[in-house]
């Protein structure tokens, strides 16, 4: 294994990542995989008010956000995530979303692989431990 793979796998070790997912089935098997990787999952949060108490109680590096959580579409949420400073992983089924969302560290589009999962959320913890 090259030295630049090594330290990408070692990038979410110990990291807290906030899970915003209404389907309860997605939210645990997303939570499963982070804890596996020895991330520290914060959550689930299945609403942006829940999502917002969390994050704010408990701070967090990464945040991977369903668009649309029970109907409300989580753009305010993620937005205001961004804000404070904690990079935004979308996850949704929709194709067709508003152009602003490109701002976020990345969009994932369901379904998708563990390891894709795994690798965009490498990836934007370990630029956002170097900013």
Not at 61 to 72: F, S
Not at 77 to 90: A, N, Q, S
Request: with cysteine.
């Amino acid at each position: 294994m090259t030295e630049g793979k090594s330290a990408d796998r070692q990038a979410g070790k110990g990291a807290r990542v906030l899970v915003v997912e209404d389907g309860w089935q997605v939210a645990d098997s997303l939570k499963l995989l982070l804890e596996q990787r020895g991330m520290i999952a914060v959550g689930p949060a299945a609403t942006s008010e829940d999502a917002r108490r969390l994050a704010t109680q408990c701070p967090v590096e990464l945040a991977i956000v369903d668009v649309n959580l029970k109907g409300e579409m989580a753009y305010e949420l993620m937005d205001w995530l961004h804000d404070r400073g904690t990079p935004v992983i979308v996850i949704t089924g929709y194709h067709d979303l508003p152009p602003q969302l490109k701002r976020y560290a990345a969009i994932l589009y369901k379904p998708f692989t563990p390891d894709a999962l795994l690798t965009t959320v490498r990836r934007a913890i370990g630029r956002n431990r170097t900013s």
